[in-house]
């Protein structure tokens, strides 16, 4: 046996790798252990959203034979679009409820067999027919009108049948009543679309994201608008055209700590430059994406020229070599090449933006807005905050409602980093 042989072939060498071995396998063990402990995680909070919020997909309505009573609604018999507006449709549901029920007599009775409906839907939403069809006056109609949170909560299973009728609020005669109509095939579960189509409401059952959803799309465009082509222009003149000196090297620096700012404080900004100095107004999508913009800007700058330096250096060399100027090599070459980073940054950078809260509370974007956007100056709301306002409601009902919401938002997010990905993966070029 030489001598290399005995040195490592010794009992002190063997330990050593034998201590080196375990040290080798509890790192791996400890990696696995937080990527199962990870995913245990993720799996847990993907069961809890889903548990809690997939019943908001789907509501109960009650089906109610519904007369116009010209008496009641029209008494001129003029017809007239506003004066139907202010007509008295709280007493027609009321009439026709009360017309399923006839042995229902006492004050307190009926004002409990009323509230098995949604009081605001049922109005709405046969004040709305007849003002777009004033005809409609004197005509017996069957309408599917939702009802209350506490009846959907009830047949949803949220709330306890064998508990004590005064924890409930939902009465024993309420729940008979509604057994009945769901025996008999006047109370049905659908597709809850109004929780798509609908905006903010203070009753649970007729509130949607529509507004909060265009709101977020409105700022959303306006901070794509402003952050990338403002973001790609300094990567690329950084990167390929500043020189390099103590005032690049100073802005360098201070990209790379903006884009570990809090969000909060893009919002603070905002606050004070768009609406405070340049008077702006609150609450609307123009100035959200701006805020949005301001906050996305760093990160769309360090994807970009993180993206242009993966391109290979002989790209440059090769344009330069056969007569092509500086200029020319970066936006005709180098640029072409490092576009899916550029793109993919961008996207991701958009995504980070769309899940954003603090910013848009601190510029007012938190109103009780209950009309959809229909422009960038409108009051408007934005999906997270709409999260963060329903979340700190009381009542059940709310707490369903936001659980979908964020499932909403997380596919959102989720589709727009595949589409990066994916994007990234069928446009990159290999050299």
């Known amino acids: 046996m030489s001598a290399f042989e005995s040195i490592h072939q010794s009992d002190r060498a063997v330990k050593r790798m034998t201590r080196r071995r375990g040290q080798e396998l509890r790192f791996r063990l400890f990696g696995l252990g937080a990527v199962i402990a990870a995913m245990v995680v993720l799996a847990w909070l993907t069961i809890s959203l889903v548990g809690t919020g997939y019943t908001a997909f789907y509501q109960h309505h009650m089906t109610l034979e519904v007369f116009l009573d010209e008496a009641v609604l029209d008494p001129t018999g003029e017809r007239n679009a506003e004066n139907l507006r202010k007509a008295n449709f709280r007493k027609i549901i009321q009439e026709a409820i009360y017309a399923r029920f006839p042995e229902v007599s006492e004050?307190?009775?009926?004002?409990?067999?009323?509230?098995?409906?949604?009081?605001?839907?049922?109005?709405?939403?046969?004040?709305?027919?007849?003002?777009?069809?004033?005809?409609?006056?004197?005509?017996?109609?069957?309408?599917?009108?939702?009802?209350?949170?506490?009846?959907?909560?009830?047949?949803?299973?949220?709330?306890?049948?064998?508990?004590?009728?005064?924890?409930?609020?939902?009465?024993?005669?309420?729940?008979?009543?509604?057994?009945?109509?769901?025996?008999?095939?006047?109370?049905?579960?659908?597709?809850?679309?109004?929780?798509?189509t609908g905006v903010d409401s203070r009753d649970p059952e007729l509130a949607g994201i529509a507004g909060a959803v265009v709101g977020s799309l409105m700022a959303l465009a306006?901070?794509?608008?402003?952050?990338?082509?403002?973001?790609?222009?300094?990567?690329?003149?950084?990167?390929?055209?500043?020189?390099?000196?103590?005032?690049?090297?100073?802005?360098?620096?201070?990209?790379?700590?903006?884009?570990?700012?809090?969000?909060?404080?893009?919002?603070?900004?905002?606050?004070?430059?768009?609406?405070?100095?340049?008077?702006?107004?609150?609450?609307?999508?123009?100035?959200?994406?701006?805020?949005?913009?301001?906050?996305?800007?760093?990160?769309?700058?360090?994807?970009?020229?993180?993206?242009?330096?993966?391109?290979?250096?002989?790209?440059?060399?090769?344009?330069?070599?056969?007569?092509?100027?500086?200029?020319?090599?970066?936006?005709?070459?180098?640029?072409?090449?490092?576009?899916?980073?550029?793109?993919?940054?961008?996207?991701?950078?958009?995504?980070?933006?769309?899940?954003?809260t603090a910013p848009l509370l601190m510029i007012g974007m938190v109103a009780f807005v209950t009309e959809i956007p229909s422009g960038l100056t409108e009051p408007a709301s934005a999906l997270p905050v709409q999260i963060f306002l329903w979340s700190d409601s009381a009542e059940r009902a709310w707490a369903e409602r936001t659980s979908a919401a964020i499932i909403v938002l997380l596919m959102v997010l989720v589709t727009m980093n595949a589409l990066a990905i994916f994007l990234r993966t069928r446009l990159e070029r290999r050299w």
């Open 222 to 356: 306006v901070a794509f608008v402003v952050s990338v082509p403002a973001g790609v222009g300094a990567a690329v003149y950084l990167e390929e055209f500043a020189p390099q000196n103590r005032f690049t090297d100073f802005i360098e620096i201070n990209i790379n700590n903006l884009a570990a700012v809090p969000s909060i404080v893009f919002g603070l900004l905002g606050l004070a430059v768009f609406l405070n100095f340049f008077g702006m107004p609150r609450s609307a999508p123009l100035v959200g994406g701006l805020v949005l913009a301001l906050m996305t800007l760093p990160t769309v700058i360090i994807a970009t020229r993180a993206a242009l330096r993966s391109v290979s250096p002989s790209i440059i060399d090769g344009a330069l070599s056969l007569g092509a100027s500086h200029t020319q090599a970066v936006f005709h070459h180098k640029v072409p090449l490092a576009a899916p980073g550029i793109l993919t940054g961008s996207i991701i950078g958009m995504a980070q933006a769309l899940g954003e």
């Open 107 to 196: 004050r307190r009775q009926k004002s409990a067999l009323f509230k098995i409906v949604s009081a605001s839907g049922a109005t709405n939403q046969v004040r709305q027919m007849a003002y777009a069809n004033p005809a409609l006056v004197g005509r017996t109609l069957t309408l599917s009108v939702p009802t209350s949170d506490d009846v959907d909560q009830l047949l949803k299973g949220y709330i306890d049948r064998d508990a004590p009728e005064k924890r409930r609020k939902i009465s024993n005669q309420q729940i008979v009543w509604v057994d009945a109509l769901k025996a008999t095939g006047e109370i049905k579960s659908q597709f809850n679309w109004t929780f798509f």
